[in-house]
C-alpha cells in the first residue's frame, strides 16, 4: 500500500455515463460513476467481466471502440476535464501523463515493429528525444523493466519475447515518459502465477520510485487487499461498495461484495466444504432490471428491490454503498 498519500485530488470522475449504439437505440453500459483518486494513491477496481470497469477507464483517454461513446459526465484530471479536450490534447495526455498497461500483453504489441521501434515512439513524440537519444533511453527501459540485455533487445519482435517479457515492455512503454497516473488494466490476466507475481512487484517497485499513482483494475480481490489503498466494486455499470481495502475486504456491506468474497479460494478451508459460487450472471446493460441490478441473484433481497435502484451513500468513514438493507442495517448501528 501507499505510504503517504495526500487529499489532493489527481483524478475527480465525476456522473460518467458510457452508451451502446444499438439497432434500437443507444443502451447504457456505464450508469453514473463518481470516483476520486488522491496524488499517491492505490485504488482498486474490482468486479465481473462486463461490469464496466474496462470501459470506464478506457474512456478517459478516449479510447473506446467506435460503437461506444461518453454520453455525459466529467473526468477533472490536473485540473482539465479529459472528456472536454480535443483529440490532439488527448493525445499528448495519452503517455506523457498518464499511463497504461492493457490486459493483454499477446496482442497490446504491433507485431511488425521491433520493440525499440514501438519503445521510441512516445519518447520522441511526448519527449522530443531525437532517433540516438530515444533508442539509448529504450534500453534503459528495458532494463529499468527487468530485460536483461536491454539494447541488444531492441530489435527483437514481440513474438520473439515471452508473454512475461511482453508485458514488461508495456510497462516501460507507460512509464516512459514519467506519467502521474498509472492505469493498469488487468496486467497480470493472461500471464502464469509465477510470472503475475513478477509483474506485481515490478509495478510497485516503479510506483515507488517514481511516485505514481496507480488505477489497478481486476478480479483479483484478494490482490487488491494487499495493494490498495481504496477499492470500489462495480457491478452492471455502477459502483455497488467503495471504501478502504481493510474496509471492502474485512467488513464487507453490499451483498455482492460479500459474495465476492465468499467465493475466494481460501487456505485450509476444511475437508468436505465446498466453495460458494454466486449463481447467474451479471444483466445485459439492455435489460437492466428496474430496481437494484444486483436483486436476481440476491439472497439477501426484498420487495423494494425490485421497484427501484438504491443510492450510492455514504456509510462508515470512507465507505459508501448502494443497498437498502445496507444502509437500514448501519442506521441501526448509530441508534
Partial sequence: ??????????????????????????VEIVTGIDLTLNEGE???????????????????????????????????FEGEDLFAQEESRLAKLRGSRIGFVFQDPMTSLNPVMTIGAQLSEPLRYHAGLGRKEAWAEAGRLLLLVGIPGGESRLSSYPHQLSGGMRQRVMIAMS????????????????LDV??????????????????????????????????????AVFYSGRIVEEGTAEQICSAPVHPYTQALISSMPVANRGEGRRLKTIDGLPPDPARRPVGCAFAPRCERREARCLVAPPALLP????????????HDEARELVR
Fill in 42 to 76: 492505490v485504488l482498486g477496481i474490482v468486479g465481473e467481466s462486463g461490469c464496466g470497469k474496462s470501459v470506464s477507464m478506457l474512456s478517459l483517454l478516449g479510447i473506446l471502440p467506435p460503437a461506444l461513446r461518453v454520453s455525459s459526465g466529467s473526468a477533472v
Fill in 175 to 190: 512509464i516512459a515518459c514519467r506519467p502521474s497516473l498509472l492505469i493498469a488494466d488487468e496486467p497480470t490476466t493472461a
Fill in 194 to 231: 509465477t510470472t503475475q507475481a513478477q509483474i506485481v512487484d515490478l509495478i510497485f517497485d516503479i510506483r515507488r520510485q517514481f511516485g505514481l499513482s496507480v488505477i489497478w483494475v481486476s478480479h483479483d480481490l484478494a490482490l487488491l487487499s494487499q495493494i490498495a489503498d481504496r477499492i
Fill in 1 to 26: 500500500m501507499t505510504d503517504a498519500i495526500s487529499k489532493t485530488p489527481l483524478l475527480a470522475v465525476r456522473d460518467l455515463r458510457v452508451a451502446r449504439q444499438t439497432e434500437t437505440g443507444e
Fill in 315 to 326: 456509510m462508515d468513514g470512507e465507505r459508501r454503498a448502494a443497498c437498502f438493507v445496507a
